[in-house]
Structures are given as structure tokens and as C-alpha cells.
């Protein structure tokens, strides 16, 4: 019982800590997830994007391509807590000593690290988009950037929500690494409660239930609107609009 109470203790005590905590981990994690979706898209669409004719653009075509290639084996093949370590100080190291501002620093980290990973996610999904898709655009006189804007990538980003949702996931997580340089999330906050309560598994016990909680709740809710997302139980196609005889009544396998 005496345990029980040192757990209620520490959550009454230092609530005010821990939902600042959460609310860092949740604001680096989610801003991380969304801005390494948008840097995946960008890479994404620009691997995928045929050569060009044009000699110049052609080698320039070639060089983006290895950059972005070098990135996404970098950041994929080393540790984020190295990498933060690498990015803070080496910033701090080239402006002679002058650092980042921490939460942001967090967020650069994060949505540079998911950039890397989002990057093959959306090549992935876009390869995976029948080639017909391309044609018919085309055939419509659509460039490859309309096509990409307003037919390949809307499915692309269906198709591709499972995976985002799981970097969001683990960026929840992995954002408890960023204590290395100092940064203000959950896991900070913890080393602090328990130097202040010397309760060190009564806080690490409440600290791993609250991420818990949170991986819990958020993939709960992504699943939702997957399901949303992937419409009606059964649909009615209609070959016909003045023929009923021409509806094709079609029901979702399990």
C-alpha cells in the first residue's frame, strides 16, 4: 500500500511537471511527424519525377537525387540521440558557441530524423500507384507535377496513412531522447521528479503509464479515421443514370 501512495504522491505533487512534459513531447512529436511528411512528399515526388530531355536539368536532376539519397542513409542508419548531439553542438560549434533555442532544436531534430523515413514511405506509395494513373493524366494533357498534385498523391496519402501514424507513434516515444541536449519533454521532467523525490521507480513507473497512455489514445483515434477514411461497408455503383437495372451493388471483403 505504502507504494501505491508514493505513486498517488508523486502525481499529485508534480502534475503541474509532467502535463508540461506532455505537452512538449506532444507539441515536438506532432510538429516533427507533420513537417517530415511534408519534407517526405517534397524528396518523394522528386525521386520519382522522370529525367528530363534537357542536359542541365538533366545532371542537376541526378545530383538532387544522390543528395537526397545520402540523406535518407544518414539519418535512417544512425541513432537520434546521435544525431541531436550532432545537429545541436554542431550548430552551437559553427556560430562560435551561440545554440538553438531547445524546443525548437527538438523539432528540427525530429522532423529532419522523420524526413528520412517518410522520404521512402512516399516513394514507396508512389511506385505502388498503377501506372495507368500517370497515363491517364497525361493522356489529358496533365504535366507530371499536375498529375502528382491531383491524382497521385491524394491516394498516395490514403494509401500511406497507416505508416504516418506509426512515426507518429514512435516519435512520441523517441522525443525522450532529445534530454540529452536538454530539451523540456516528458522524460526530462522525469529525471527532475525523481532527483527532487528520490522515488526513482515510483517515477519512472507513472512516467512510462503516461506513455503509455498517450501511444494508447493516439493510435486508437489514427485507426478511427482510417476507418473513416476507407468509406461505407457497401457501395452502389451506377453504369446508368436513367437505368436502375444498371446498378452494381458491391460489398467490402473483411
Known amino acids: 500500500m505504502e507504494f501505491f501512495r508514493d505513486v498517488f504522491n508523486i502525481v499529485v505533487k508534480y502534475y503541474p511537471n509532467l502535463l508540461?512534459?506532455?505537452?512538449?513531447?506532444?507539441?515536438i512529436a506532432l510538429t516533427g511527424t507533420l513537417a517530415g511528411l511534408v519534407?517526405?512528399?517534397a524528396t518523394g515526388v522528386i525521386r520519382t519525377t522522370p529525367l528530363?530531355?534537357?542536359?542541365?536539368?538533366?545532371?542537376l536532376q541526378k545530383i538532387l537525387n544522390a543528395v537526397i539519397a545520402v540523406y535518407v542513409e544518414i539519418f535512417r542508419g544512425t541513432p537520434m540521440m546521435v544525431q541531436a548531439m550532432v545537429i545541436y553542438w554542431g550548430y552551437a560549434f559553427a556560430s562560435g558557441g551561440k545554440t538553438l533555442p531547445l524546443i525548437p532544436s527538438g523539432i528540427i531534430i525530429?522532423?529532419?530524423?522523420?524526413?528520412?523515413?517518410?522520404?521512402?514511405i512516399v516513394r514507396g506509395g508512389i511506385i505502388s500507384i498503377d501506372k495507368g494513373q500517370f497515363e491517364g493524366a497525361s493522356s489529358i494533357g496533365m504535366s507530371h507535377w499536375q498529375s502528382m498534385y491531383a491524382v497521385i498523391l491524394p491516394q498516395v496519402l490514403r494509401n500511406i496513412l497507416p505508416s504516418v501514424s506509426n512515426e507518429f507513434v514512435i516519435n512520441i516515444k523517441d522525443t525522450s531522447v532529445l534530454n540529452v541536449i536538454g530539451v523540456t519533454e516528458l522524460y526530462y521532467?522525469?529525471?527532475?521528479?525523481?532527483?527532487?523525490?528520490?522515488q526513482t521507480f515510483q517515477t519512472y513507473l507513472v512516467v512510462c503509464v503516461i506513455y503509455f497512455i498517450l501511444t494508447f489514445t493516439v493510435t486508437r483515434l489514427l485507426r478511427l479515421v482510417e476507418t473513416k477514411l476507407e468509406g461505407a461497408e457497401n457501395y452502389t455503383v451506377f453504369g446508368s443514370q436513367s437505368d436502375s437495372a444498371a446498378e452494381i451493388r458491391i460489398k467490402k471483403e473483411a
Open 20 to 27: 508540461r512534459g506532455v505537452g512538449y513531447t506532444m507539441l
Open 110 to 120: 525530429v522532423s529532419i530524423n522523420t524526413g528520412a523515413y517518410m522520404a521512402e
Open 52 to 59: 528530363s530531355k534537357n542536359g542541365v536539368v538533366r545532371v
Open 189 to 198: 521532467f522525469a529525471g527532475i521528479i525523481k532527483r527532487q523525490s528520490f
Open 39 to 41: 519534407i517526405g512528399l
